[in-house]
């Protein structure tokens, strides 16, 4: 017999379905405006920015509904408290993509090669994102594990982004308000690699019980 | 967390129980730690209750049961030729899912358990009343009416004069079979903080079927399955992570 618990947990988990939704549509939004310099698809990210707000404060009081009617217990416990935290890592990407949105426009003026290592950042910081969530709804700890490996290489672009910009800046090849811009994107997309580590990390805490962030408990 | 460094209070091997061709426990091992509260879990006709019988030999009174295994108590076998049944349930009293008052004063209640096990000095045990009637929490309640019959006190307010009539008796272990599924939530709720307050003195074992209570009272928690002992272990990581899928499946109700 199905309990209706179960609904519930189904709604939110197509709650949550629709956030990821909204925020991959947002980075890709986001990657195009920085490539096209499209100010119609930066819009289209702020939109989708307000649905995944609304969603944030629905989905958290779903929660709250369930912990208070349910007291739920092992591993719906566990789902529960992952989903609390991954609806909060996907409105802060969400803000992520808003910010790199808006620096994205001006930067598609400079010419290709003073986009340094950023579309190789936007690649990795979208790929990281898209395996975290799929990792969670399949409950796929290989590929949650494969996200967190990947952190180290998105935080290598941002500083060597940094780096060549102050270069290219010195050099007097590139202007200091570009360089921000830059600078601004790269930071934002290392903020995103690191929020889909935290969903990946959610994943194993879910499937395996285990929490690794911070090194947690990697080994017990 | 689990304290592993705690004494155990009763250790039991290899227990079977056998009601004539029903083999109600199998191969039962479990350690139960002194000052600290141990719930068994499980669907109705797991064991669980049957298991708590053994622990002071409640099941001897039942025809046709036949038992195999050791449970110790401090490290003596209960089960041992000799041992005396009354002189244990002294030390391992019990509280019943339904309140059992006899059909006597509240003072009558608690003293007779003293009583009988040969106390006579009036002022001694109108100390010893009191003092049991206060570690039960029941005290404030009936102090201006102890002459009163305890059949006239509320259900919740009977099962603490049942406590209360366990602990006048000084026992070591309570075993608490269902001891709130009677009550409401404000009596359960007293029940509740009452385990938590008496662990300090006493081992309690508790059976539930109400899994938040477990979750709430108990410092490790036993899952009966069919006769087994499925699971046992912190009750923090019963409810948080358990590890096996049976556990799971009966403590989030996915059971069969």
């Known amino acids: 017999m199905e309990r209706h618990f179960e609904r519930d947990l189904d709604q939110l988990r197509r709650k949550l379905e629709e956030m990821v939704g909204l925020c991959t549509d947002g980075m890709n939004a986001a990657a195009q405006a920085f490539v096209e310099g499209n100010a119609q698809a930066a819009e289209r990210a702020f939109l989708n920015e307000r649905r995944i707000n609304q969603l944030e404060i629905e989905i958290d009081h779903d929660v709250v509904d369930c912990f208070a009617l349910f007291q739920p217990v092992a591993v719906d416990l566990r789902f529960l408290l992952a989903i609390l935290k991954i609806n909060n890592d996907l409105e802060r990407i969400a803000d992520h993509v808003v910010n790199i949105s808006q620096s994205a426009v001006s930067c598609a003026a400079q010419p290709p090669a003073t986009r340094l290592e950023l579309p190789r950042m936007f690649m990795l910081a979208q790929n990281m994102f898209a395996d975290a969530c799929r990792s969670f709804f399949e409950k796929d700890l290989q590929t949650a594990r494969m996200v967190l490996e990947t952190d180290d290489m998105v935080d290598g672009l941002n500083r060597s982004t940094t780096r060549e910009a102050v270069q290219m800046v010195k050099a007097g090849t590139l202007s200091l308000e570009a360089a921000l811009e830059l600078m601004r994107i790269a930071r934002n997309l290392e903020r995103i690699g690191d929020l889909s580590t935290n969903i990946a990390e959610e994943v194993i805490f879910h499937v395996q019980a285990k929490v690794i962030k911070h090194h947690g408990d990697e080994n017990k | ?152 006190l509320s259900g919740g307010q009977q099962q603490r004069l049942c406590i209360a009539r366990a602990l006048a008796v000084d026992p070591e272990v309570l075993l608490m079979d269902e001891p709130a599924s009677a009550l409401d939530p404000l009596a359960t709720s007293k029940i509740e903080e009452l385990v938590y307050e008496l662990k300090d003195r006493y081992t309690i074992v508790i059976v539930t079927h109400n899994m938040q209570q477990a979750a709430r009272v108990s410092d490790d928690t036993a899952f009966f399955y069919m006769g087994k002992l499925i699971e046992f272990d912190a009750t923090e990581r019963i409810f948080t992570s358990p590890k096996e899928r049976q556990t799971e499946d009966y403590i989030t109700g996915r059971f069969g």
């Open chain 2, 1 to 152: 967390m689990t304290d592993s460094n705690k004494t155990l209070k009763l250790t039991v091997r290899d227990l079977n129980l056998h009601y004539g061709i029903k083999h109600a426990l199998q191969d039962v091992s479990i350690d139960i730690r002194e000052h600290r509260v141990t719930a068994f879990i499980g669907p109705s006709g797991c064991g669980k209750s049957t298991f708590l019988r053994t622990l002071n030999r409640m099941n001897d009174l039942i025809d046709g049961v036949k038992i195999k295994g050791s449970v110790k108590l401090d490290g003596q076998d209960i089960y041992a030729n000799g041992v005396d049944t009354v002189e244990l349930r002294k030390r391992v009293g019990m509280i019943f899912q339904k309140s059992n008052p006899f059909p006597k004063s509240i003072y009558e209640n608690v003293a007779y358990g003293p009583r009988i096990h040969g106390l006579k000095d009036k002022a001694t045990l109108d100390a010893l009343v009191e003092k049991s009637l206060r570690q039960a929490a029941i005290w404030d309640e009936v102090k201006d009416e102890l002459h009163k019959s305890a059949l006239a």
